[in-house]
């Protein structure tokens, strides 16, 4: 079955920068409209943002104009570009596809802090 592979989380100081990479476990697997979740300690998982097999992308208040999602489907690849990073941010993130989440991968941890 299809997962998700999740990379490029670390440690950061608040007002940094991450990029994540997002691509499935079987090269073959086209992916579909995408989404970031993150899951910060003793929460469920909760959206990020979107982003359509044509580029257009949506986020939650929170991460607009700091968090911007993208995709190479030459690639079959999805990334998250996160800048001026906050402690709140700090959380285990995830991708997943929009429609029918398919079991989570093992995700990438991004902490926040100085």
């Known amino acids: 079955q299809v997962q998700f592979v999740e990379s490029g989380g670390g440690l950061v100081q608040p007002g940094g920068s991450l990029s994540l990479s997002c691509a499935a476990s079987e090269g073959t697997f086209i992916l579909p409209a995408m989404a970031w979740y993150r899951q910060a300690p003793g929460n469920q998982h909760s959206l990020v943002g979107s982003?359509?097999?044509?580029?257009?992308?949506n986020y939650i208040d929170s991460v607009k104009g700091r968090f911007t999602i993208s995709r190479d489907n030459a690639k079959n690849m999805m990334y998250l570009q996160m800048n001026s990073l906050k402690p709140e941010d700090t959380a285990v993130y995830y991708c997943?596809?929009?429609?029918?989440?398919?079991?989570w991968g093992p995700g990438t941890q991004v902490t926040v802090s100085s």
């Open positions: 997943n596809q929009v429609n029918g989440l398919r079991d």
């Open positions: 982003i359509t097999r044509d580029g257009r992308t």
